[in-house]
């Protein structure tokens, strides 16, 4: 009743100004009614709730619409190096090439700054006293925000170091900045990350699906309390996560294909079974995605994920696009030997048929070949036929071509909880302790236990690779634990000649030292223009 009487109201107002209006030509002064800007529309939960949608567009159009921009956190690691060449990864197929001016460093850079601008006008905005909303919605529609602009600090301070802090909105031009240092960067998503955890809801409280909850900051306080050389505090942070009960591994057939051939670690991996709602009692946060539904997609364009892990099996003769094959991919990430050859035990899970794809067939009934073994050499078996995981096989009969890619992305889940526990155990110097962590995850994937006295840091980043492959950023990773140029040296022997110790960090944009004309933004060493 109250809202029916406003709108009469609101009618009747309209109704007065209109006959004042013909008798006045102040009618002709432009007033904009659409101008939309933090003070007018972030005073109400409606406000909030469009700013937070906003925030989470921001961060799901991070890597995905840009071509060989994903390729970057995986070519040139261990894992990867380049199937089909693309100019955005070239440079760290051969790091003497990586330079301040390489393209791929503004789209990074520039992601994780419109993530924080946007999470800082949230959190600033909770603050206004004239905002309609209650405590608990202050400190909620803070919280969400928190988590993202520490999220985006993660990855920024890993890829660059130490990197400008702001933490108020910024909506003129800056030219003034300078650079934290990297452990300013990350007790602040220390104390960020704290107070989401604090003020998110569990899981079984968040109200719309697909929102963040709880124990994704948790998890992501984890690994900042990691790189702030505080081992006993993420582990308590990584028990709090598996100790919860909300989540619980994956290790029994479930979802759309569970009647059908497979095994329950590619299950969590099956388009339509990778959410909460539908099943997946592993998943922390999934960001979620929707077929033919307005705003559904993953970025304006599209994601690149089924196209740049799937190989592009089409360009042999032959062959055809099927849902079997995961639709069409374009064969940028090629796994290194060392993933493909010596990674994975036989008899482990994630190196099922189901999971990895070693063999394939002529599917074109056209074809002579139809039903045979497809055995190639040279060049196609760099970009058109390798092994490869079927972790983003996707495949839309509306979409023969692969333009666009609809299928959830699964950002944290418990396996990666386990490993984050024995990484904090085992800088402890509790390697017993780091085991029992390890192989809860290989007791899932049936692989032989590892013992104490094999637990190190490479194990387990062995162990990461085996299991979060094409989830993980790789880079991110092996930065992060200080073994990118260790382990490119041992297993990306195409790669190896090119590093140099200092690409342990990418450089700084160019672009960005250059515009900052009123302060020195300090490149990062061994790097020129």
């Known amino acids: 009743m109250k809202k029916s009487l406003y709108i009469c109201g609101m009618l009747a107002a309209g109704v007065f100004i209109t006959s004042l209006s013909s008798c006045s030509k102040s009618f002709l002064n432009e007033q904009l009614k659409s101008d939309y800007a933090p003070d007018n529309t972030l005073v109400d939960p409606l406000g909030f709730e469009a700013a937070s949608t906003g925030m989470l567009s921001i961060v799901r159009a991070d890597y995905g619409d840009v071509q060989g921009l994903l390729a970057t956190f995986y070519v040139g690691t261990d894992m990867a190096i380049t199937g089909q060449p693309n100019t955005v990864q070239a440079p760290y197929e051969n790091y003497q090439n990586l330079n301040s001016q390489t393209g791929s460093l503004s789209s990074i850079w520039n992601w994780g700054y419109k993530v924080i601008n946007a999470a800082n006008v949230v959190i600033d905005a909770s603050a206004n006293p004239k905002a309609s909303l209650t405590d608990a919605q202050r400190d909620f529609y803070k919280a969400e925000a928190c ?290 962590s390890i192989n809860v995850i290989r007791d899932r994937a049936h692989a032989t236990p590892v013992q104490a006295s094999e637990v190190t840091m490479d194990y387990i980043l062995d162990e990461r690779a085996r299991e979060l492959t094409a989830e993980e950023l790789r880079r991110l990773t092996l930065i992060r634990t200080k073994k990118l140029v260790e382990r490119v040296r041992k297993y990306n022997p195409k790669v190896a000649p090119t590093i140099s110790d200092f690409n342990i960090h990418l450089p700084i944009p160019q672009s960005e030292i250059d515009v900052n004309k009123d302060a020195v933004l300090q490149q990062n060493e061994g790097y020129s223009k």
């Open 147 to 436: 988590f993202f602009r520490a999220y985006a600090y993660n990855h920024l301070s890993i890829l660059f170091g130490g990197v400008p802090l702001i933490t108020a909105p910024v909506s003129v031009p800056r030219t003034d900045y300078t650079r934290a240092t990297e452990d300013a960067v990350i007790q602040q998503m220390i104390t960020d990350l704290t107070f989401a955890e604090a003020h998110l809801p569990d899981p079984a409280n968040v109200v719309k699906q697909g929102r963040i909850n709880k124990f994704a900051a948790t998890e992501l306080l984890a690994e900042a309390l990691l790189r702030a050389n505080k081992p006993a505090d993420a582990e308590a942070a990584a028990k709090r996560v598996i100790d919860s009960k909300f989540f619980t591994l994956i290790t029994n057939r479930y979802g759309t294909k569970a009647s059908l051939p497979g095994d329950p670690f590619a299950d969590m991996f099956t388009y339509g079974n990778m959410r909460r709602s539908q099943g997946n009692t592993e998943a922390i946060w999934v960001i979620e995605q929707q077929y033919n539904v307005t705003g559904g997609g993953a970025v304006t364009n599209f994601d690149q994920r089924r196209r740049e892990w799937g190989p592009f099996y089409v360009n042999v003769a032959g062959m055809k696009v099927c849902d079997s094959l995961g639709g069409r991919g374009i064969g940028r990430i090629r796994p290194t030997n060392w993933w493909t050859y010596e990674l994975y035990e036989q008899k482990d899970m994630r190196n099922s048929p189901y999971n990895i794809r070693r063999k394939y067939y002529y599917n074109d009934p056209a074809s002579a070949k139809y039903g045979q073994p497809v055995i190639v050499s040279g060049f196609d078996t760099i970009q058109n036929i390798y092994a490869h995981t079927t972790k983003w096989y996707e495949f839309q009969p509306q979409d023969i071509q692969g333009a666009q890619s609809y299928k959830d992305r699964i950002q944290m889940r418990l396996g990666e909880t386990y490993l984050l526990l024995a990484e904090a155990q085992l800088l402890q110097g509790r390697p017993g302790d780091a085991a029992t």
